[in-house]
């Protein structure tokens, strides 16, 4: 896939994020929670987001900054290209041991996501697209599943998200329900093709979703809100209303069976 300079910019930043948070790994790196229960963080969490927004901004000093681990402010909101990164995606497994925790780095232009990378460092994974490029894994090209039916169609979802008072008529499809911590991972797998879908309906950080988002529409999928309404990024409050991300029919069938 032709790279622009941008997502190799990317691509290397997330690589030296990798050098730095497996230093961290198994249970090396101090950890606290966050403020009004949002979570835990530990010490590898700022030393990556402390060297990618060093590296990250003083190769393109124009562009705006939003980052989990990074005090948000305005300033952002005024400029035309937008890093939204998080800078370990699943600290939970990060903290527990698990390889599935993620580096997720975008490049948003005026609310649009242009470059992606979505790299698990310790499973040696390198998601990357570029807006029109097309979407790979190391290099492969990707593509998302082409599965016609929801029933038995395997979608990662945390579990509330299959409550009955979710669905028309309180009646969950026959889906098969499977979990990642990361979403930006649970978004990559799906434009791999490992799975059909992935959904969160509650409201989601735009750090956790924006590089995985353009991953699965460069793979062929569609990604949405519940509404239907396609993402926009940069946002004043950097929150989204949830998202669907899939295949064109099983996102279809999602959004219908949804109340």
Partial sequence: MPETDDLSLLIDAAQDAGKIAARYFHGFADRWDKPGGQGPVTEADLAVDQMLREELTAA??????????????AERLSAEHVFIVDPIDGTRSFIEGSTTWAHSLAIARNGRVEAAVVYLPLRDKLYAAALGKGATLNNQPLAVSTRAELDGATVLAAKPNLAPSRWINATVPPISRKFRSSLAYRLSLVGEGRFD?????????????A??????????GIVSDRARQPTHFNNPVPKLPGMVAGGAIIHDALLTRLA
């Avoid at 393109?60 to 402010?73: A, F, Q, V």
């Avoid at 879908?197 to 979703?209: F, I, N, Q, S």
């Fill in 197 to 209: 879908a992935m959904m969160t309906l509650h409201p989601t950080w735009e750090w956790d979703v």
């Fill in 60 to 73: 393109r000093p124009d562009y705006g900054w939003l980052s989990e681990e990074t005090e948000d402010g």
């Fill in 211 to 220: 590089a995985g988002s353009l991953i699965v529409e460069e793979a062929g």
